[in-house]
């Protein structure tokens, strides 16, 4: 493990929405905004603007980092610019009745189908099923949210299911 | 008339992982004492860096990649998966001087960086 593989997250979140220039072991030499850094590999994510509304992504593994310099700091546009790059796309919006009754129309299918399920968080807006699963608003298979990989695949497979029923 | 006799079902006995504990992960590494709990701040920060560089892979699937080996060597693939560990990434399409691999593997350790447009 290098120096910079052994900072802590709160040191690397410094560098975040930073322009940067990284010294990578042999001679190598990356410029860019920093998008984020792997906590597991301590990876740097840098994003370059080019001219035709491209943007270049480079990842410079974490093991191949010598030193990052700090160049200039990213204003509150650059910040949002830089948030939205890998951002999922936008769904539709819903209204908050909407929202409230897609979540009990949902938590009631679920019952319905002897799933444990609670309301939790402000206002309960996220669904917690069996203790190991949230669903955040829209509640659809994208906002499921667990560390248990098979019952997330499952969970996400019944909602679906669900949805594609109430079309 | 006679029971059938059951079939006994072969028991698959995997290796041991790498690390020899066979918990796939050290219990010394940053991420496992993460997983213990401790200081909850780090820990919300860690999870928000973890988000957006996952989010990164996930953009990064399909899409044509150079990759900075070590040696000054690049070679350019599709980037298919990357694993939870950081031990290899998955690549379709690989160009090699050989001709063009289907798939293949390159080892994280050979990697220095990697690119792709958006």
Redesign the interface.
């Known amino acids: 493990m290098n120096d910079w593989q052994r900072k802590s997250p709160l040191d690397w979140e410094t560098y975040v929405n930073k322009m940067v220039k990284v010294a990578a072991i042999e001679k190598h030499e990356y410029e860019g905004w920093v998008l984020t850094v792997d906590p597991v590999s301590a990876s740097i994510v840098l994003a370059t603007f080019l001219e035709n509304e491209k943007v270049s992504v480079s990842v410079v593994l974490g093991h191949a980092v010598q030193e990052v310099k700090i160049l200039k700091e990213g204003d509150d546009g650059m910040k949002q610019r830089l948030s939205g790059i890998f951002a999922p796309e936008e769904s539709k919006a819903y209204s908050p009745e909407e929202l409230e009754k897609r979540k009990n129309d949902l938590k009631t299918w679920l019952e319905a189908n002897h799933i444990p399920v609670t309301e939790q968080g402000e206002s309960g807006r996220t669904l917690c099923v069996a203790g190991v699963l949230t669903i955040d608003p829209p509640y659809g298979p994208e906002e499921c949210s667990s560390s248990n990989e098979i019952i997330l695949s499952r969970v996400q497979g019944l909602i679906q299911g669900y949805l594609e029923k109430q079309q | 008339a006679t029971m059938p006799v059951p079939v006994p079902v072969g028991v698959l006995r995997l290796p041991r992982g790498p690390e020899g504990s066979s918990r796939g992960f050290s219990p010394t590494s940053?991420?496992f004492q993460?997983l213990l709990g401790g200081d909850a701040?780090?820990?919300g920060?860690?999870a928000?860096?973890?988000q957006?560089?996952l989010?990164?892979l996930?953009?990064?699937q399909g899409r044509p990649t150079r990759f900075?080996l070590?040696?000054?060597v690049q070679v350019d693939a599709v980037f298919g998966a990357a694993d939870?560990?950081?031990v290899a990434i998955q690549v379709d399409a690989l160009r090699t001087p050989l001709g063009v691999q289907a798939a293949a593997l390159l080892r994280?350790?050979d990697?220095?960086?990697?690119?792709?447009?958006?």
């Open positions: 940053p991420r993460a701040a780090a820990q920060v860690r928000a860096l973890r957006r560089y989010r990164g996930a953009a990064a900075c070590r040696a000054g939870v560990e950081a994280c350790t990697v220095l960086a990697y690119s792709f447009f958006l």
